[in-house]
């Protein structure tokens, strides 16, 4: 029983959020269906709808370890949570480094062009 009460303490925080969490799945999945229509977005539709799902099913997930008390789903909900993150924080990674490489690309353009004009 004491197990069962802790389980239900630990998840109020992401419990309280599951409702924002299913909101921006349901998001994610929705921006995932309507990327498959155009060509550059057919690329990253699958990794929307992916993260859309992550979230949708850690609400599921934390929701029943606060009603019933379930360890193993308080867990499952915080590894979809975790996947998510670390999802999103490679993406942020690979942007960066895109527009790194973008901006050394347009600079070295704009001066050959410069050095052309002079």
Known sequence: MEEKALVQEL?????????WMKFLGVMLIIDGVICIFTIVGILWCWLLIWLGVLLFKAAGSVELAQLHGEKLQLIESL???KTFFVINGVLMLI???F????LIVSGGTILS????II
Do not use: H, T
């Not at 998840?11 to 409702?19: L, R, V």
């Not at 062009?113 to 052309?116: E, K």
């Open 11 to 19: 998840s109020i925080p992401i419990y309280q959020s599951k409702g």
């Open 79 to 81: 590894r979809k949570i």
């Open 95 to 97: 942007g960066l480094i």
């Open 99 to 102: 527009m790194v490489v973008m």
């Open 113 to 116: 062009l410069m050095d052309n």
